[in-house]
């Protein structure tokens, strides 16, 4: 078995959702609906940082690193990220770190067929994928696969994997699973991250799934968790690894303060 973790700062908000999946308040989907225009126009304004992504699942991981909405909801390997995710906001709401515990062969990597499935339904119209049918009779998957929505998800797939055989699972494309991707980048690296990987009109049991054992630990007094965690050298600078940051974590930190100084004349 292999654990992961995701911290949330606000238990009673948040869902196992992945961003592209949101809705507003009544009820609507805010970027599903466009989710192959959102990927190709983020490739058309910035095609030089993509430049080296092999499969729409490196793309993905990209995207969702530049904070685009995606069927990617991010998870860590390293328990002490998800804690000061669960920290770092809403001081004043309860926190929560989620732990995903499932088997390890279960796990997929960047170049897995599957992933490579699901993923490529980012590049499929809405209106196609509307029109994909499951059926759970026991029918051949010979007729899923002749679906005109599915002969063109098997295209897709191909562009990236010519080798596929033109086949595809039903089932796969509505699982959920985990995906360790590419580290393309130092917010990957330094947040230990992996990723759960949505399928088509997939939802996570928040009470966990027949392959994936959720249980849930509640975040409180989140200003000295945080302190604490500092001494372990997680902090913004460190989980967010750039300048920036690094110089906004080193500004606060020396920043001058009255306390300081009265303390510095009691000793």
Request: aromatic share 10%; glycine share 4%.
């Amino acid at each position: 078995y292999e654990v992961f973790y995701r911290g949330h700062s606000n238990k009673k908000k948040y869902k196992l959702e992945p961003s592209l999946f949101r809705k507003d308040e009544s009820g609507n989907y805010l970027y599903k609906e466009n989710e192959h225009i959102l990927y190709r126009e983020l490739l058309v304004s910035n095609s030089v940082d993509f430049q080296e992504d092999v499969y729409t699942l490196d793309s993905l991981v990209r995207m969702q690193h530049y904070s685009l909405p995606t069927r990617l909801l991010d998870i860590t390997s390293n328990p002490l990220i998800a804690l000061y995710f669960a920290s770092k906001s809403a001081p004043d709401e309860d926190g929560e770190v989620i732990l995903f515990s499932m088997k390890r062969k279960d796990i997929k990597y960047f170049d897995s067929d599957v992933a490579s499935c699901i993923a490529n339904l980012a590049r499929l119209p809405q209106s196609e994928k509307d029109q994909i049918k499951f059926d759970d009779s026991g029918s051949s998957d010979d007729q899923f696969n002749d679906q005109p929505a599915i002969r063109r998800l098997l295209h897709l797939i191909r562009e990236e994997k010519p080798f596929f055989e033109p086949e595809i699972i039903p089932d796969d494309l509505r699982k959920i699973i985990c995906v360790k991707g590419k580290k393309s980048n130092d917010r990957i690296s330094s947040q230990s991250g992996a990723f759960l990987l949505y399928g088509l009109d997939a939802i996570f049991d928040e009470g966990g799934t027949s392959n994936i054992t959720v249980n849930r630990v509640t975040v409180a007094n989140k200003r000295t968790i945080l302190n604490e965690l500092d001494l372990l050298n997680i902090n913004e600078s460190t989980v967010f690894p750039y300048i920036e940051n690094s110089a906004k974590y080193v500004a606060d930190k020396f920043k001058f303060s009255k306390r300081d100084t009265s303390s510095e004349s009691e000793n």
